[in-house]
């Protein structure tokens, strides 16, 4: 209900916005915004965060780690330098949270299942990222009062909620990932030019080039000695104020 609600306020703002820049002959809003050397701005949208697993052995889908995947949330702030009319460097610092659940396969062990209890085959993984992206902004040519583009670069994260430097492990409870992850990025959206600022809603898509695991002591460990890498992928769809 509440993810429903969510979608509802966005495409109900969105279509608002559509339905006043796409008139035959508008007023053009904002003349010299795209000119400037440099632009900045803020950005306010939604997450949803999954991982793609890669194994020693592949065993069927029956074996498969399940990630339980929830829509979180993106704020941060934009720095724009303009290379020419339908190019742009973009800095987008932001800060990202986020939660996934895991779910390990109960395999036996000598014919006895390796989780005595249900709660154990379950991680829960809280992600707060400051999150780095560099991109390349490419547009077409404006249209009246609006413009598409598509964007696309690399990126790096730093997790602080990670465990990285515990010395505990999934044996005590602790599900442990490395602090710093890089990824490349893709993207389109479309600029707006309202009568006092640029409203940009974008979705763009991440994908980890690293691994991100960090394995439990136990070379056989349930939890991770199964793993070759684990990379997370994952959607953003953010709303930016210029």
């Known amino acids: 209900m509440k993810k429903n609600t969510i979608l509802m306020v966005c495409c109900i703002l969105l279509g608002t916005t559509i ?3 796409f008139n035959e002959r508008p007023v053009l ?13 803020y950005f306010l949208g939604f997450n949803q965060y999954d991982f ?22 993106n704020v941060g702030l934009i720095g724009e330098l303009r ?3 339908h190019l742009d460097l973009r800095f987008e610092p932001g800060l ?8 390990f396969p109960n395999k036996e062990k000598n014919g006895l ?3 005595d209890d249900e709660k154990d085959a379950l991680r829960e993984v809280k992600s707060t990222y400051l999150h780095f992206p560099l991109l390349l902004k490419v547009s077409t040519k404006r249209l009246g009062n609006w413009k598409p ?6 990126s790096t994260s730093l997790n602080l909620s990670s465990n990285e430097d515990s010395q ?12 710093n992850t890089y990824y490349y990025e893709m993207g389109f959206g479309i600029d707006f030019y309202l009568e006092y600022f640029k409203f940009s809603p974008s979705i763009r898509g991440i994908f980890a080039i690293s691994d991100e695991l960090v394995r439990d002591i136990d070379a056989d460990s349930p939890w991770t000695g199964n793993i070759d890498a684990m990379k997370t992928r994952g959607i953003f769809v953010n709303f930016t104020f210029e």
Do not use: C
């Not at 809003?29 to 701005?41: M, S």
């Not at 990202?96 to 779910?103: A, F, P, T, W």
């Open 19 to 21: 339905s006043a820049q």
């Open 29 to 41: 809003n904002l003349q010299n915004e795209d000119k400037h050397p440099l632009n900045w701005g």
């Open 52 to 73: 793609k697993f890669e194994y020693l052995e592949d065993e069927g889908d029956k074996t498969d780690i399940l990630v339980d995947k929830s829509l979180g949330f």
């Open 83 to 85: 290379i020419n009319n």
């Open 96 to 103: 990202h949270y986020n939660k996934r659940v895991l779910g």
């Open 113 to 115: 299942p390796v989780f």
């Open 149 to 154: 583009f598509i964007t696309g670069g690399v």
């Open 168 to 179: 505990e492990d999934n044996s005590s409870n602790k599900f442990r990932m490395k602090k």
